[in-house]
């Protein structure tokens, strides 16, 4: 028998959850800060968990689900001198009190989060302290943390004949936001380049998912199938450039955004030059192409569509979806409420490749705020701050003007309007006629039609678009992978087919 329950909101949900734990006192918390020359600012945040492989603090954030998410509790704090006081948070997730942590074994971790410019918790010079066992048992609890450790500065990984690596200061980003930023990249050469040859090879700018840094280009050779490739004797040669997704407000997306700053220009006016002086790169626009998942396939996507004739292809796997009426599965043109439908169900953000709801939309934004200084989501360095941090317009701070309620999910529809110009989808059906001759021929797609995050609907809006256009063709193609889930398309597809590809390209045009 089938039993269907009225719709209740996120927060009822976890209480329902909560009902059926049993919950101990928490009676004090207190934080203090060692070593410490002048007083600092930031977040403090107070984490539990019961994984056993993982520091707590670097579970902050990593799973919206309000069932088995690690609980940790934050607060601003200006000015602090560092001395012992009794820490109150003003926010949590999936619990706003402590008091809610269930009964168990804990492991706890404080974190100070002071560093502006990198949205990444594990950034240089954030202070956490040493990680200890907790026993939540019945009777009251006291827990005392001592920010005792620093997150050392930051330092390159180490270089290989064929692993690079790169960090420059960006006159544009550091004049932008008044303070120092870097550009950072890892550059994988040929197998067979040797130093002080002139040969020059096609590019590929490789761009990760969300957050994800210029050192994943490590991992990269630690699997066989692609090393194979490399290394083989029969491999077109080629430069793979791994970009940087760290910015102040999260993923920077690679663009020139009002909130987030000119990554964009400070790639093609800074980065890009550096690199084709240092390194052996054919300065050609026939030889440079771009790739990505998840975000970065739609950053993929996005240089080659605003930038056509800067690039000779894009291959956009998963890509963040290109259309506003499928903000996953939000219109952000028609409907009233993000994270409810007009039928009033709860919008999931994630899905099992059954088709299994994971978290909602709603759990994923109220993490997020947890996170996000003035416990604010659009601050919080994660997805859905992000996007607001690169489509949004500031506010009187600088920080991105919320696209909808973090509390309610109600859609500001002016905000929303303000967000057009980055609508792929209507960019390419605006301008087509000058875009065209420069883009058609250039998109290769790859969709699994049972994305994780209900990115398929927002690609089949663009294919529809670029199926119609005339004078000249789009000539798109699109690969849609049935049963198949977010990104995860393997060695094959993700670099060996793309490599090839370009090679090709690069030799026809």
Not at 283 to 309: E, H, K, N
Not at 480 to 494: A, I
């Amino acid at each position: 028998m089938r039993i269907f329950h009225p719709i209740v909101s996120g927060w009822t949900v976890a209480a329902l959850i909560m009902t059926q734990m049993a919950f101990a006192e928490i009676a004090s918390i207190t934080v203090s800060l060692t070593g410490i020359e002048d007083v600092q600012s930031g977040r403090l945040f107070i984490v539990f968990t019961q994984e056993t492989q993982t520091e707590p603090r670097l579970t902050i954030g990593a799973n919206p689900s309000p069932r088995t998410a690690s609980p940790f509790f934050a607060v601003d704090l200006e000015n602090w001198d560092g001395e012992s006081f009794e820490f109150s948070p003003s926010a949590g997730f999936p619990h706003n009190s402590p008091a809610k942590i269930a009964q168990g074994s804990w492991r706890a971790q404080a974190l100070f989060d002071v560093n502006e410019v990198l949205s990444d918790l594990d950034s240089p010079g954030n202070r956490f302290s040493l990680t200890q066992t907790v026993a939540v048992a019945d009777g009251p609890v006291s827990l005392q943390f001592n920010l005792s450790e620093t997150v050392p500065a930051e330092q390159l990984p180490e270089e290989t004949k064929l692993l690079k690596f790169v960090r420059i200061r960006s006159e544009l980003l550091s004049t932008f936001y008044g303070e120092e930023i870097f550009l950072r990249a890892s550059v994988l050469l040929p197998a067979a380049y040797e130093p002080g040859s002139s040969e020059r090879y096609p590019v590929l700018f490789h761009v990760a998912g969300l957050n994800g840094r210029y050192t994943r280009s490590q991992r990269l050779l630690n699997d066989d199938q692609f090393t194979e490739y490399w290394l083989g004797s029969g491999t077109p040669a080629a430069v793979i450039v791994f970009l940087d997704g760290e910015s102040p407000y999260g993923d920077s997306y690679q663009m020139n955004s009002a909130v987030s700053g000119p990554y964009a220009d400070a790639n093609f006016t800074e980065l890009f030059p550096y690199l084709v002086e240092k390194f052996p790169i054919a300065d050609l626009s026939s030889s440079r192409f771009v790739s990505g998942c998840s975000t970065g396939g739609w950053v993929s996507m996005a240089l080659q569509i605003l930038y056509p004739d800067y690039f000779n292809g894009a291959y956009s796997l998963s890509p963040d979806s290109p259309s506003f009426r499928a903000f996953q599965l939000v219109n952000l043109y028609s409907d009233d409420n993000a994270f409810t439908s007009a039928s009033g169900m709860i919008r999931p953000s994630a899905r099992a490749t059954n088709g299994d709801p994971r978290f909602s939309i709603a759990d994923e934004v109220r993490m997020e705020a947890a996170m996000g200084r003035g416990d604010s989501y659009v601050t919080s360095g994660q997805q859905w701050g992000a996007w607001n941090a690169v489509y949004g317009q500031p506010d009187e701070q600088g920080h991105p003007i919320p696209v909808w309620d973090q509390r309610t999910g109600a859609i500001n529809p002016a905000v929303a309007d303000s967000w057009r110009p980055w609508d792929l989808d209507l960019y390419v059906q605006d301008n087509w006629h000058t875009i065209g001759p420069a883009l058609a021929g250039k998109l290769q797609f790859w969709m699994g039609d049972m994305d994780n995050y209900y990115l398929t609907n927002g690609l089949r809006y663009l294919e529809e678009t670029l199926n119609v256009q005339e004078a000249p063709a789009a000539n798109a193609q699109f690969t849609w992978l049935p049963y198949h889930g977010h990104c995860g398309f393997g060695t094959q597809v993700h670099y060996i087919d793309v490599l090839n590809d370009m090679a090709e390209r690069a030799v026809r045009d």
